[in-house]
């Protein structure tokens, strides 16, 4: 069974900075879409990063860009989000997620088959 495991959520001040990590089990990241989505208390999720499959090239959403970096690990089979510059805005559970299917500018959409079990991220003003 594919898992994908969300760590690296904590704490931190406004203007901090946090990196996630996603690591995989059953499945090579770097043959995956990968992407990062939150979900803040009464909102819909949302995505905030992907990397694609086929070029790994990267979205961001309007909120996060120019703060949030997306990148790929492939020794330890991961994708991390790293943040910065936080705002308490960016309180949410963060998912990340998979899919083999090249989504390109959609793969902010929340479309993937795979998902991990969310880690916490509070940012406190």
């Known amino acids: 069974e594919v898992q994908l495991q969300a760590s690296g959520g904590g704490s931190v001040q406004d203007g901090g900075s946090l990196t996630l990590s996603c690591a995989a089990s059953?499945?090579?990241?770097?043959?995956?879409?990968i992407a990062w989505f939150r979900q803040a208390p009464g909102k819909q999720r949302e995505g905030v990063a992907c990397?694609?499959?086929?070029?790994?090239?990267?979205y961001y959403a309007d909120s996060v860009k120019g703060r949030f970096t997306i990148s790929r690990d492939n020794a330890k089979n991961a994708v991390s989000l790293h943040m910065e510059a936080m705002k308490p805005e960016d309180t949410a559970v963060y998912y990340c997620?998979?899919?083999?299917?090249?989504?390109?500018?959609?793969?902010?959409?929340?479309?993937?088959?795979?998902w991990g079990q969310g880690t916490l991220v509070t940012v406190s003003s």
């Open positions: 997620a998979a899919d083999t299917t090249p989504k390109g500018a959609l793969c902010l959409l929340p479309l993937y088959d795979y």
């Open positions: 059953k499945i090579s990241t770097d043959d995956y879409a």
């Open positions: 990397i694609g499959n086929t070029n790994d090239r990267k």
